[in-house]
């Protein structure tokens, strides 16, 4: 693991793994409440923590931009979505801030925390992100946009229409492809015929860059690196980070019908929140005693967020078609 960069401090390391703890503590909670018949889908992040809290840190949300898709969970803690909020979207309670429960849990928009709607639908996200920062480019500004998308979706067409554009046009994008070698059930090399999505970025005219995606300072760096080239005017980048998705595609799927037992096992030699423990405490950065408090303080919090938000009802009928429909002022019919 890579030297600390000067620019990130012991606060700023615990406060990324404190956030990563979070995340697996609320993901696994969700995971228990669909055994339970409470929450009808989810898509773990348990294997992305690290990366994704890594590239929300080397960024800054107060301008940039962050395009999503659904295994996000880290991305939108470190964002500050509340784990109240992220949990009254799978149980479909009311108050529910990105769709009002209307949606796929995930989907939606949250203007608070300045994320673009988003969804399930593979890619789609990526002429989305290009045109976000086209705009920020023609009005001038010095933000940067992200967009997170998986291996499965380097193969959409939408990728490559994306990142052909944003070559031409030297648009300030970085594209984070979180590789986890499963598209679903489809391994990476029945994906594609090379052994990298980074390798495809020349093909763009600009750079492609492969990362081990549990190890969160090299993800920092990469993400830094790349924004400072975006900002420089030097145009886009493609971060590729292989981490592991430890669990299946969703709660619907298993995923020991088509990975084999050893690659199981081996993935979970690979669970960023144990090498980013191990990492803090050999730099005597944490102790275990820390460690075990700040696992305690996620336990805690997501018992209480549990109890809350199971105790909220369910949006009420008669709220069935707000927002679908304009109302003028004094009308008693929606038009």
């Known amino acids: ?59 800054d949300p107060s301008r940039d931009h962050f395009l999503i898709y659904y295994r996000q969970f880290t991305v939108m803690l470190g964002l500050g979505t509340t784990p109240s909020e992220l949990l009254s979207g799978f149980l479909a309670r009311e108050g529910e801030p990105m769709s009002g429960a209307r949606q796929f849990p995930l989907h939606g928009a949250h203007p608070r925390v300045d994320l673009f709607s988003f969804s399930n639908v593979v890619a789609t996200q990526l002429p989305q992100a290009v045109g976000v920062a086209l705009a920020d480019k023609m009005r001038g500004s010095d933000a940067v946009t992200v967009v997170f998308f998986g291996d499965g979706a380097a193969s959409q067409g939408d990728t490559h229409e994306a990142m052909n554009f944003a070559g031409i046009h030297r648009l300030p994008v970085i594209f984070l492809c979180e590789n986890n070698r499963y598209a679903i059930s489809v391994p990476l090399s029945k994906q594609m015929p090379v052994d990298s999505v980074a390798s ?15 190890d969160m300072i090299a993800v920092y760096e990469a993400v830094s690196a790349a924004a400072a080239r975006a900002r420089a005017g030097d145009g886009p980048t493609l971060v590729e980070v292989n981490v592991e998705r430890l669990l299946p595609h969703t709660t619907d799927d298993d995923h020991t019908r088509y990975r084999p037992p050893d690659d199981i096992e081996a993935m979970k030699r690979r669970d960023p929140i ?62």
């Open 1 to 59: 693991m890579p030297e600390r960069p000067e620019d990130l401090t012991t606060a700023d390391l615990l406060e990324m793994y404190r956030t990563m703890v979070l995340s697996r503590t609320l993901d696994e909670r969700v995971w228990l409440l669909n055994r339970q018949g409470k929450a009808a889908i989810a898509a773990s992040a348990q294997g992305h923590e690290a990366s994704q809290i890594a590239t929300v840190k080397a960024l």
């Open 200 to 214: 495809r970025a020349s093909g763009y005219g600009f750079p492609g860059v492969v990362i081990d995606g549990t």
């Open 274 to 335: 144990d090498i980013t423990r191990r990492m803090l405490i050999s730099r005597g950065l944490l102790t275990d005693e820390q460690d075990a408090g700040l696992r305690e303080e996620a336990r805690k919090t997501v018992n209480t967020v549990t109890d809350e938000v199971e105790a909220l009802g369910y949006p009420s009928v008669e709220t069935m078609y707000d927002h679908l429909f304009a109302e003028s002022p004094g009308a008693g019919d929606r038009a």
